[in-house]
């Protein structure tokens, strides 16, 4: 495998996971900030890959 495509493949992993908690974290029962804690994702790079998943 070259390169490119590893590197296409782990954007690839990325884009499903986010796809799995952008919906987790608006669905959820607790409050935002306090998902972003506890998943240790900073609010900045939540807002990213829901900008991208949209």
Known sequence: MDELTIR???KMANLRAWSQRVPECREGEI???QWFESNGISRKTYYRWQKENI
């Open 8 to 10: 296409g493949a782990g």
């Open 31 to 33: 409050p935002v900030a």
